[in-house]
């Protein structure tokens, strides 16, 4: 019986792999539940499904997971976790930037009451250390999506996120984000189902690779996205009154 899945999302990231798998296995290890580790590739062109078969027999309970045309984060994470089977169902990002312990914190509280638990880079205590300028975007992104959904969040879009089964799952039919917004609309419909979210200050060590992340285009690209779901959250309020 699988008590902990834990899916790391992947796109192009065999090399990186080679060093956060083994980490983040040995970690899990430390942890008192039975596990499996899911990367869930997003159509990799490079190696990432070699690395991971070779670090099978070295790793139990690593599998791959993915397709072969890349749709994007959110795809990718809504495929991982309808294959997942864990009591307790959580993802944190490959480069492990985010420290690998927020997994047992958040689990923690999931079993202390809470439906979701995720990582805060605003919350009291948290240790960033982020290029100035993401931290402004960051900053912004999170006003406009409490202003706009009415939520008191400090943090949308930090890559680790637990959840207990019964929520995610409930969550994944709703889901219709294919890209780096499904962090979000997943937050917003979980505060629609009266789910009980808690934060938990993150741990973020700089980046030493190139980001993928490109402030202006994709800060610009999730707003647009947050103006979406607000247009069908507000279309299926008019729907129920009608």
Request: proline share 3%; charged share 25%.
């Amino acid at each position: 019986m699988v008590q902990l899945s834990v899916i790391v999302p992947a796109w192009n990231e065999a090399e990186v792999l080679k060093q956060t798998l083994p980490e983040l296995h040995a970690y899990l290890k430390t942890l008192s539940y039975t596990f499996e580790l899911l990367v869930a590739d997003d159509g990799s062109t490079d190696n990432t499904h070699q690395v991971v078969e070779s670090l099978r027999k070295k790793l139990p309970g690593l599998h791959h997971v993915g397709y072969k045309v890349n749709k994007g984060k959110g795809g990718t994470l809504n495929h991982a976790f309808s294959k997942a089977k864990g009591d307790y169902q959580a993802f944190i990002d490959a480069d492990l930037t985010i420290d690998k312990t927020m997994i047992g914190q958040e689990i923690t509280a999931l079993k202390a009451g809470a439906d979701i638990a995720i990582a805060s880079k605003h919350a009291k205590g948290a240790q960033v250390d982020y290029p100035l300028l993401r931290i402004i975007a960051s900053y912004g992104f999170t006003l406009f999506t409490r202003v706009i959904f009415g939520m008191k969040l400090t943090d949308f879009q930090c890559g680790c996120k637990a959840f207990k089964k019964a929520a995610i799952q409930s969550l994944l039919p709703t889901i219709k984000t294919q890209g780096f917004m499904w962090d979000t609309e997943v937050l917003v419909k979980a505060q629609q189902k009266h789910y009980k979210i808690v934060e938990l200050p993150a741990r973020v060590k700089p980046d030493e690779r190139r980001s993928k992340v490109r402030v202006f285009r994709d800060t610009w690209r999730m707003f647009r996205g947050l103006l979406a779901l607000k247009r069908e959250l507000h279309g299926h309020k008019l729907a129920e009154q009608a």
